[in-house]
Every structure is written in structure tokens, then in C-alpha cells.
């Protein structure tokens, strides 16, 4: 799994390491990528640097970041049960344009959770640690490093870059 944006006021990327924690396993290694800087970066950093399945790295360009993506089937959104994420973020398109599954740690109030709706690719958790939310995620990871969940997540990519073409073109 990867993470790459900044970490600041509102991106709980420390939430979503202790929700991994829950769902990590024998049976389930994930592993998280941090791409990231500044003050909140080396907090985090510090705070979790001694978990063997979490990693921490220098922010890189757009371009080398995307390059990377092909590396992992997952990518992680992160905010906090404060913060308003637009409707479909564009962190989102980016993962999915590379064939990666999304593992959304959002306000339940999110508009995602509807433009979302009935997309496997993309597992959205409201800040809900429960039992069976990290079922729910266990599922979802098992699925996320498939074919099937590699291609749904090209053809939303599509779907979402032509919807966009469209409503350009309308303006």
C-alpha cells in the first residue's frame, strides 16, 4: 500500500496505521509506503518508525511518483472525521490510472461514499476500528491484489477521464 501527499492538519495517516495494524495478519503482510515531508512527515516518522512493515520516504516528483505505482495494488486516502474530501479525489484518479485498489480512511459524511457506491475497487471506512470493519478491510485487501480488482480499477479511470472530457466540454 501506498501514501503520498502531504501530512497536514486533517490527513490522519497515524489512524490509518493503527487501523492496519488492526487488519495486518499471518495470513495478510501488508506493507505501507509513505511518501511525504515537512514537520507532520518527521512526526510521523518518529512516531512509527520502528514498525518493520511501514515505510518512510522523502517526498518525489509527480512523475516518479506515478513511475512507482506500478509497484503496489494499493493506494491509501486519508483525512479525518473533520475534513471534507471533494467528491472524487483527485488521489484517487491517479491510483486508479494505474490499476490500483483504494483504501479510503474518510469523514463519514463523504460524498465518496455515494459516487462510490457498488465499486470494489475502492473501500471506504468511516473512521470505524469495530470488529467487523477490519473483516470488511480484510476482505477488501484480499481482493485488491487481483486481476479483477487491477482491471476495475483501469476502467474507472477511464470512466472517471471521459465523464471529466464531458463535462469540459460542456462548459
Known sequence: ????????????????????????????????????????????????????????FERIGRREFGELLAEFDVGAVVTDDRVSLPAFPSKLTNYA?????SFCLVESGSELFKVT???????????????????????FFAYAVTDEARAEALQMAEQFTVELASQEIMR
Open 1 to 56: 500500500m501506498v501514501f503520498g501527499g502531504q501530512i497536514i492538519r486533517g490527513r490522519r495517516v497515524d489512524r490509518l496505521i493503527d487501523f492496519l495494524e488492526l487488519v495486518r495478519g499471518p495470513d495478510l503482510d501488508i506493507r505501507l509506503s509513505v511518501y511525504s515531508l515537512g514537520p507532520g512527515f518527521d512526526a510521523l516518522r518518529g512516531e512509527f518508525s520502528g514498525l518493520e512493515w511501514v515505510e518512510f
Open 97 to 101: 490510472q494505474y490499476g490500483l485498489a
Open 117 to 139: 457506491e457498488g465499486v470494489r475497487c475502492v473501500h471506504l471506512n468511516p473512521f470505524d476500528f469495530s470488529r467487523p470493519a477490519v473483516n470488511r478491510a480484510k476482505a
